[in-house]
């Protein structure tokens, strides 16, 4: 299990309701799964539409193992639209 910081950015941290938070996981998919819990259900679908950067890089395999002190970034789309 790696202790990691999740950053929100804009929709998405409207719907995390908060901007960065630490959790920890072995996997950028459980992460996320975790972020969610069970009483965020907008943020699930923010994250269905969102790219994720991890240290800086985009993530294409949810699947990837973290390390500890990661910072994944959540970026919903920016530019206007519905979800």
Do not use: C, N
């Amino acid at each position: 299990m790696a202790v990691i910081l999740i950053h929100y950015w804009a929709g998405a941290k409207a719907a995390a309701g908060v901007e960065i938070e630490q959790i920890e996981a072995e996997s950028v998919e459980s992460a996320l799964a975790q972020a969610v819990g069970s009483e965020r259900g907008e943020l699930a679908r923010v994250l269905k539409r969102s790219s994720l950067l991890l240290d800086g890089v985009v993530v294409h395999d949810r699947s990837v193992t973290l390390l500890d002190g990661q910072t994944l970034e959540v970026l919903p789309p920016f530019a206007g639209g519905a979800f």
